[in-house]
């Protein structure tokens, strides 16, 4: 994997750089619609490509290996070929997924104990084993196995939590190492780096990721409860200790206000479930606001969903269609709202980027938040 920053920002941290993989090249900044289980929900890889003009998408470890099983996949000969998504995938180590089994995962210095969501079946993630199935569900960029601490979490533990993450990024880093790839292309490890809401022990962790020459770094454990302020200042103090030169992809972030202000930041790359959950939900995002589709005022609007709308569907069906179709609890209610708000995402970041080059991001930035911030 190569990256290039073609420009920055003289008013912020904001860049415009491009990703190089083997399953073709990425503009950044860029938004990574979730596909936790090989596909992003309701919308399928066609329209991904032609609507909603995704350049990446995400897999997650600890689903493709309950379900269809890493076996499965690598008798489809990877990821890509499985799902018919022949550009670029990134896998999560699945670190936040077992956090969030709560009672039904133990955690100790060799890894992960957990039941199965599923079927209640055992299972067991070490550092190695989380590397050894990337290997085999194929992605380009994998992640190192973490532990994502919960907010709000004492010192005491965010420091123990810590400690243990380096100790699996030791052995990610090892097991990467004295592997190679199962398909006919290179994959890249990123550290991720962890220590809750403090600022040293952020520092700490950043430091220690960079000691490794990976391919780029993930800053996890945000968004994850903690005041949006708190986001933005460890966000800033990572991208002020990260290598400069590697991408920095802030994981599970966010909404189309923080994408923005984190851009500014210095952040590359972005993944969110926030356009297809919430889309499912009846809210769209647009360039002038949100809008809930089930309020009544639609009801007789018989305009566009988003004139300035980038995909068909904006410009095909209208606001009170929509909302008739939500209301009636229509399949394809969330199927337009998930490719609207997919579409929009990709369309801001792309935007993102035009103002970078153009050299009035944080102009543009700061007018874009205002009026995302209103409720149509």
Not at 296 to 322: Q, R
Request: charged share 25%.
């Amino acid at each position: 994997m190569e990256f290039k920053i073609i420009s920055k920002s003289k008013n912020c941290e904001a860049r415009l750089g491009e990703i190089k993989t083997n399953h073709g090249n990425i503009s950044t900044p860029i938004f990574m619609p979730v596909g936790t289980v090989g596909s992003v929900k309701g919308v399928g890889v066609d329209v991904l490509k032609e609507e909603v003009k995704a350049q990446i998408i995400l897999g997650n470890t600890y689903h493709l290996y309950l379900r269809p099983t890493t076996d499965i996949i690598q008798k489809a000969g990877g990821i890509q070929k499985f799902n018919s998504w022949n550009k670029p995938m990134l896998t999560d180590s699945g670190g936040f997924q077992v956090y969030s089994l709560g009672k039904i995962r133990k955690i100790t210095e060799d890894g992960c104990t957990f039941h199965s969501h599923i079927d209640g079946s055992l299972h067991t993630f070490t550092p190695e084993k989380v590397i050894d199935i990337q290997r085999k569900i194929g992605a380009d960029i994998m992640m190192a196995f973490d532990e994502c601490t919960p907010y709000p979490c004492e010192y005491s533990y965010a420091k123990k939590s810590l400690k243990l993450t380096h100790s699996w990024l030791d052995r990610c880093v090892k097991r990467m190492n004295e592997t190679e790839p199962i398909y006919d292309y290179s994959q890249s490890l990123f550290p991720i780096v962890q220590g809750s809401v403090y600022s040293d022990l952020r520092e700490i962790s950043c430091k220690k990721v960079s000691e490794y020459d990976c391919d780029g770094y993930a800053i996890g454990g945000l968004s994850v409860g903690e005041p949006v302020e708190k986001m933005y200042e460890l966000t800033s103090l990572c991208c002020s200790i990260l290598p400069k030169d590697k991408p920095r992809y802030l994981m599970g972030v966010g909404t189309p206000a923080n994408i923005l202000e984190c851009i500014s930041l210095g952040i590359d790359m972005f993944d969110c479930v926030m356009p297809t959950r919430n889309g499912r939900n009846a809210m769209l995002f647009t360039s002038e606001g949100t809008m809930n589709m089930r309020n009544k005022k639609w009801e007789d609007d018989f305009s566009e969903i988003d004139v300035n709308g980038t995909a068909s569907i904006d410009h095909l069906y209208t606001k009170a269609y929509l909302r008739h179709l939500f209301v009636s609890k229509e399949l394809l209610a969330m199927e337009i709202a998930s490719i609207h708000n997919l579409a929009f995402y990709l369309w801001l970041v792309s935007q993102a980027r035009e103002h970078i080059s153009n050299g009035d991001f944080l102009q543009w930035k700061n007018i874009m938040v205002e009026k995302l911030s209103r409720k149509l």
